[in-house]
C-alpha cells in the first residue's frame, strides 16, 4: 500500500482497519470491559493535562531516543504485549516485529502469540521483552521463562492485573469466538489444546492461574536473570510491593480497560506511582495513547515510555508489517513536533514542568 | 427462552424487555420524576467513583454470600419492592419470587404486589420481606402487618419517602392508567377497592396516609416482632433519627427517581449516611444499580447490600422467572469478576479503600 | 380547548405553543442575547442545586400562600413584566391578567404591554404592579407613575439592567419587525409614535434614557408612596446600594437573558445578593424557572418569590387566559408535590437547609 | 454585497464564508493542529468567565477607542498577523487593509502576505505592525527588518511559537497545497522561491529558523527602532523573559491552536501572564475571540486589545475589504452593547470586577 503516508493520525488509521476487518473482530481489538467508560477515560483524561510550552530555544536538533532498562531506542514508545496478531494479519507478530524494529522500538512478545515466541524472535533484530501469564501448571510457566532466557529478551514483563479475564460486553453480544487458524503458538510442544477456539474465557479460567501473588514474583526471579516488569499496577501501595519485590520496572495500566471497567484511566493514575516510586524503578505507561501529545504528556508525569496495544493491530490490518511502522512513523512524527513546539529537544527533558492538569 | 444466557448485560436485557411491551408500560416502569435529572444522576453518578484494584492478591476463591438482618443470601443484591409486577408478565409476583429464591437472594415484596402476599410466600423458599405502605385507615395497616407475622417474614420494610406520589412527566403525558388486569391483591378481603385502575394517584392519595411520622413508626414497631427497615432515607439527620427510633436498618433511596426529581443520587446520599449512622443499624442502598461494578462501588461505601427494582420487570417482560434470576444472574457474575480483578475474595472486604470519588 | 389539564409541563406547553405561533415571534419570544449561553444556564443551573428531602413529617395539609409586599398571593410565584402580549394572544394583558388572578398571584405590568395599563386593571381584580422604563421625556416617566399612582397598583418595579436593549441574535437573523397590530398602548395620548413597528430597538434607543442613575430612583420615589422594588439586580454591590436608596425589594435577574449574554444565571447570582441584603428588602428572582422545584430551589436560597416571563406567552398562545391559569397551575401542582415529598408544609420553611448545591 | 448589515454575527459571517469558498481551503483556514480541542477550547473557555454587570450607572457616552503603543484606534481589536489573504479574495491584503483602516483599527502584516508589504502599506492609511518570522538566512531576515523601517510601521511583531509549523490533522488528510497563484510576495526580490506552492511544512522546515533564542531577539532589536511585540507567549516565565528583553509588548497566543494541540486556551494562560507582566509592557492577547463579550471578558483580565485572525477571512471570502471592515463593525457594536449593559463607558475601566471565573 503505497499510500501510507498520506495517513497521518492514529485514528485515520482505524478508521480505515475498521473498515476492513470483520465487525465481531473489530469489537474484539477496540472493545472494553463493561460499559466502557474507563475505555473512554483512558484517551479523554488526556485532555485535562495542559501542555506548557516554552518559546525561543533552540529546538534545531530534537532527539527522542532514550533507553528502557538500558537498552537504547529511537523513540519512547513500545509495543504493548497482546496476543493473536493474526486476528488482523496473516504474518501476525513476524509483521509486528519487523514493524518495530524498523522504526527502532522495543517489542513486547505475548504469552498468546500466535507465532511462537522463537519465530519471533528470529523475525526481526529489534529489541524484545517477553511477557508471561503465569499458568496454573507451573511446568508450562518455567519452560515459557527458560525459553526466554535461551532467546537473550532484555526482560521478562509479567501481567498481573488478569487473574482472570473481563467481561467484555462487546463480545458477550457477539458470542465472540477465536477463528480455527488463529492459535496460541508458544504452547505447540505443552501437551496443552494450543488454540483458544472455542471460548477464550474459560480456555483462560482453566489455565491461567488465579492464585498468583508476590511469592510468584519471587519464583519467577529465581528462573531468570533478565530484568523483571510488572505490568497493571494502578495502586501506589503495589507500586511500593513491587519495589521491595526487586523488580526492575513497573508499567501503570487497566490492560486497555479490557479488565475491569470503572478503574482509574492510567494517565489519571500515573502520577501518584511515579510519586511513590520515586525513581527507584522505571516506570511505564499504557493505555489511551493515540497522539505524540499524548506520550509528552505520560512522560512529563514520569513515565520512561509507554507503550501502544491497539494501534498496532490496526497497522497490521491496514497494512502488515508496514502499517505496524506507520504507528510508530507516526507517533515519532507527532512526538517530534510537539517537542520542538514546547521548546524541548531531549525526552530525558520533558518533566512535569511541561504539563499542568486543567484548569491550571 | 432458551438463549438468556447470551443475554450479558442489564441494559441488553432492558433493550429486548423495551420492544415487547406496550409504549405506556415501558414509561411507567422506566420513567422518573419530573425532568427526569436524578434518575440519570441515579446510573450516571456511580460513574465518579473509582475503582481502585489491587494486585497479585490469590483470588482462586471468591465468596459472594453476605447475611441482611443475620439472613444468609448469595449475592448482596435483593429485589427491591415494587408493585404490580402483572404488568411485565402474568406470573406477577409468583414469578419474581421463584426467580429470587433460584438466585438465593432475598424478595421485598410490595404492598401494592398483584398478587396477595400469601400466595408470594408460597411460591418459593427464599427469604422474603414485607413492605408496607401505611394507610390512612388504621385497621388496613395493622392487618397488613399482622399477615406479614403470620408469614414470618424476614422483615418488615417501611417506605418512609412517600406521603404522595411522584408527578411521573410521561405518565402524566401518556394518561397512563393501570390495565383491568393488574390489581393490588393485598386487600381482597379489605373492603378497599381492590385496583388503582382509573387513576393511581387519586386511589393513592385517598387512601395512602400523607400525615405519617416518627410515632406511627412507634406504634408499627407494637404490632411486629419483625426487624424492620425504613426505606427511603436521603437525609444524614433523618438517619440519625431511624436509629433512635429502634429500627434495624435503613435504605438510603430516591424511590428509582420516582418521587421527586432534583434530590441526590442514591449513590451520592449513601457515604454521608454510613458515616452518621456508624455501624448502629444496617444500611443498604438502591436507584441506579445496572452492573456489578455499580454494586461493588456501593458496598464500598458501606452498603450492607443494594436492591434492584426496574431491572425486575425487565427480567419478568423478558421470560418470568427465568428473566428475573438472570438480573441476578448477571449481576453476580459481574460482581464476581470485578471482586476478582479488584484483588478481593470477600463482600465484607469492600470497604471505602477500594474506590475513590473522581478526580482522585 | 378543554384538554389543557393534560398537559402537565411547562415544556409540553412550550412545545404545543411554539407549533401555533409564527417561527419569528418563537424566536422574540424565546430567544436570548448573544450565543444565548446564559440563556442555557439559566435553565441548566437549577440542576446544580439538590433538593435534601426530610421524611416521617406530617404534610397531610400544604400551603402554598406568601406575601409579596404585605400582600397576600396563593403561591409564590408571579407575572413577571413583559411586553407585547398580543404577540401571543389577540386579548394579549387583558387575557394575562385574567389568568394570573384566577390562579390567585400578582401581575407584573409592564411600560411596554399592548393594552393600556387601566383595561388591563380593569380586567381582573387580582393584585399587580406596575413596571416602569425611565423615558428621556421625563414627563413621560411622569406621566405612568402618575397613573400608576392612580390604579393603586400594589408596587411599581423599576427595571434597572436595559440601558439599551440586547443583541438577539435570531432576531437580527431574521430582522424581527412587531406586527403592525401589536402597539404599546400606555402611549396613546403622550403624543409618542404608539408603536414599535419598524425597529424596536432603534425607538427604544430614541426614548429609553440610558443616562438613569441612583439619582433618578430618588426622582421616582418622590413622585409615589407605592413600595418600590428594582428588577435586574445581579451583583451583590448593587444590592446594597439598592438597599440604601430605600426600595422595598429588588429581583435578582438577567432579564431573561435577552440583554447581555455571558452574565451569571439568576440562580447562581441569587445567593450572594440574599446575604448581602441579609432581610433588610424582599429579594425576588426570575430566569429559568420552569418546575416546581425550581421555584422550591429559589425560595431555598431565600427568594421570597419568583417571577416567570416566557411561559405566560407559551399559555397565551395555547390558550389565552386558561393557558395563563394553566401555567400557574402547572409550577402550583409541581411545588406542591416538592414540599410534600420534601416534608415542608409552608412555603417560609423553605430554607438553605432544604438544598445544596453538588456535589454536596 | 448590500446585505452585509444583516450579518449580526461572526458565526453567521463564517457560516456564509464556508458555503463560498473550497472545502479544502476552508479546511487549511478554520482548522487547527491534532484533534483540535485547543482550538475548540479557545472558543469554550470564554464561556467560563461569567460578567458582573453594574446597574443605574450613566451610560449615555460609550467610548471604545483607546491606544496600542501609543497609537490610538477606535476599538480594542486589531487584525492578527496571518498569511495568504489571497486564498479568501483576489484583493487578499489589500481589501484587509482598507477594511481595517475603515473600521479605524489596527493591521498586522504578515511576513507571509500574498502582496508585498510595500502595496499593503499604500493600500490604506492606517496604522500597521509587521509581522516577523525569523528566516535561517538573515540577510532575508535583515531586509525584512529594513524594509519595515522605512515604511514606518508602528510596531514590529516578532512570533516567537513557530520554530516549525504544526500538524493540521484536516490539511493532511486533505493533502492540502497552496493554489499557484497564492504566492509570498514579500520575496519577490529575494532569490527565494517565492511561493509556497508544492509542501508549505517543506518550504517552512527549510527557511525558517528552529534555533532562534533571546540572543535573536536582541539582534532584532538592533535593526530597528520600532517597538517590538513578541507573539506566541503561553508561559508566565516566558513573559518574564520577554519584558527583560526590552521589548514593548506581547501576545498572550497559541498561534489560533495551529501549531500544537493540547496547550491553554489562551484566555485561560492569559491571566497569569498580566499579573507577572504587572504592567511593564502592554499585554495583548488572540484565540478565539468571536463575540464583542469575548473582548470585553479579555481585556478584563488585563488586556490591552485582542486580535482576530479567521474573521477576516471570512470577511474577505464574503465581500472582501467590505466584509473585514464588517467583522469590526459586529464586534464594535456587541462590545459597545456589552460595556452599555456591563455599566461601563471606557475601555480603560473594564477590570477584574467586571468578570469572574464561574462558578463564581
Given at each position: 500500500?503505497?499510500?501510507?503516508?498520506?495517513?497521518?493520525?492514529?485514528?485515520?488509521?482505524?478508521?480505515?482497519?475498521?473498515?476492513?476487518?470483520p465487525?465481531?473482530?473489530?469489537?474484539?481489538?477496540?472493545?472494553?470491559?463493561?460499559?466502557?467508560?474507563?475505555?473512554?477515560?483512558?484517551?479523554?483524561?488526556?485532555?485535562?493535562?495542559?501542555?506548557?510550552?516554552?518559546?525561543?530555544?533552540?529546538?534545531?536538533?530534537v532527539?527522542?531516543s532514550?533507553?528502557?532498562?538500558?537498552?537504547?531506542?529511537?523513540l519512547?514508545?513500545?509495543v504493548?504485549p497482546?496476543?493473536?496478531?493474526?486476528?488482523?494479519?496473516?504474518e501476525?507478530?513476524?509483521?509486528?516485529?519487523?514493524?518495530?524494529?524498523?522504526?527502532?522500538?522495543?517489542?513486547v512478545?505475548?504469552?498468546?502469540?500466535?507465532?511462537?515466541m522463537?519465530e519471533?524472535?528470529?523475525a526481526?533484530?529489534?529489541?524484545k521483552w517477553f511477557?508471561?501469564?503465569?499458568y496454573?501448571d507451573?511446568?508450562?510457566?518455567?519452560?515459557?521463562?527458560?525459553?526466554a532466557?535461551?532467546?537473550?529478551?532484555?526482560?521478562?514483563?509479567?501481567?498481573?492485573?488478569?487473574?482472570?479475564?473481563g467481561?467484555?460486553?462487546?463480545?458477550?453480544?457477539?458470542?465472540?469466538?477465536f477463528?480455527?487458524?488463529?492459535?496460541?503458538?508458544?504452547?505447540?510442544?505443552s501437551?496443552?489444546?494450543?488454540?483458544?477456539?472455542?471460548?477464550?474465557?474459560?480456555?483462560?479460567?482453566?489455565q491461567w492461574?488465579?492464585?498468583v501473588?508476590?511469592?510468584?514474583?519471587?519464583?519467577?526471579?529465581?528462573?531468570?536473570?533478565?530484568?523483571?516488569?510488572?505490568k497493571?499496577?494502578?495502586?501506589?501501595?503495589d507500586?511500593?510491593?513491587?519495589v521491595?519485590?526487586?523488580?526492575?520496572g513497573?508499567?501503570?495500566?487497566n490492560h486497555?480497560?479490557?479488565?475491569?471497567?470503572?478503574?482509574?484511566?492510567s494517565?489519571?493514575?500515573?502520577?501518584?506511582?511515579?510519586e511513590?516510586?520515586?525513581?527507584?524503578?522505571e516506570?511505564?505507561?499504557?493505555?489511551?495513547?493515540?497522539?505524540?501529545?499524548?506520550?509528552?504528556?505520560a512522560l512529563s508525569?514520569?513515565?520512561?515510555?509507554?507503550l501502544?496495544?491497539?494501534?498496532?493491530f490496526?497497522?497490521?490490518?491496514?497494512?502488515?508489517a508496514?502499517g505496524?511502522?506507520?504507528?510508530f512513523?507516526?507517533?515519532?512524527?507527532?512526538?517530534?513536533?510537539?517537542?520542538?513546539?514546547?521548546?524541548?529537544?531531549?525526552?530525558?527533558?520533558?518533566d512535569d514542568?511541561?504539563?499542568s492538569?486543567?484548569?491550571?
Amino acid at each position: 500500500m503505497t499510500q501510507l503516508e498520506v495517513i497521518g493520525t492514529l485514528d485515520h488509521l482505524q478508521r480505515i482497519a475498521k473498515s476492513l476487518l470483520p465487525r465481531d473482530i473489530v469489537d474484539f481489538i477496540d472493545g472494553g470491559a463493561g460499559a466502557e467508560h474507563t475505555l473512554r477515560a483512558n484517551e479523554r483524561d488526556f485532555q485535562d493535562l495542559i501542555i506548557l510550552p516554552r518559546v525561543l530555544r533552540d529546538v534545531a536538533q530534537v532527539d527522542l531516543s532514550t533507553t528502557v532498562l538500558g537498552t537504547r531506542i529511537d523513540l519512547p514508545v513500545l509495543v504493548a504485549p497482546s496476543g493473536s496478531h493474526r486476528l488482523a494479519h496473516p504474518e501476525g507478530e513476524l509483521a509486528t516485529a519487523r514493524g518495530a524494529a524498523r522504526t527502532g522500538t522495543c517489542y513486547v512478545i505475548s504469552t498468546s502469540s500466535s507465532y511462537p515466541m522463537e519465530e519471533i524472535a528470529a523475525a526481526s533484530h529489534g529489541p524484545k521483552w517477553f511477557q508471561l501469564y503465569c499458568y496454573r501448571d507451573r511446568a508450562i510457566t518455567r519452560s515459557l521463562i527458560e525459553r526466554a532466557n535461551v532467546l537473550e529478551f532484555q526482560a521478562l514483563c509479567v501481567t498481573v492485573d488478569t487473574p482472570r479475564v473481563g467481561r467484555k460486553d462487546r463480545d458477550l453480544r457477539n458470542k465472540f469466538r477465536f477463528p480455527e487458524h488463529v492459535r496460541w503458538r508458544n504452547f505447540d510442544d505443552s501437551g496443552l489444546e494450543v488454540a483458544p477456539a472455542g471460548d477464550v474465557a474459560a480456555y483462560i479460567a482453566s489455565q491461567w492461574d488465579p492464585s498468583v501473588t508476590w511469592h510468584d514474583i519471587e519464583w519467577i526471579r529465581s528462573l531468570t536473570d533478565l530484568p523483571i516488569v510488572l505490568k497493571g499496577i494502578l495502586h501506589p501501595d503495589d507500586a511500593e510491593l513491587a519495589v521491595g519485590s526487586g523488580v526492575a520496572g513497573v508499567i501503570v495500566s487497566n490492560h486497555g480497560s479490557r479488565n475491569l471497567d470503572g478503574v482509574s484511566s492510567s494517565i489519571r493514575a500515573l502520577g501518584a506511582i511515579v510519586e511513590r516510586v520515586d525513581g527507584r524503578v522505571e516506570v511505564y505507561c499504557d493505555g489511551g495513547i493515540r497522539r505524540g501529545t499524548d506520550v509528552f504528556k505520560a512522560l512529563s508525569l514520569g513515565a520512561r515510555a509507554v507503550l501502544i496495544g491497539r494501534p498496532c493491530f490496526w497497522g497490521l490490518a491496514v497494512s502488515g508489517a508496514d502499517g505496524v511502522a506507520r504507528c510508530f512513523e507516526i507517533l515519532r512524527d507527532e512526538l517530534y513536533a510537539a517537542m520542538t513546539l514546547a521548546g524541548i529537544t531531549r525526552v530525558s527533558e520533558i518533566d512535569d514542568r511541561a504539563t499542568s492538569w486543567r484548569p491550571y
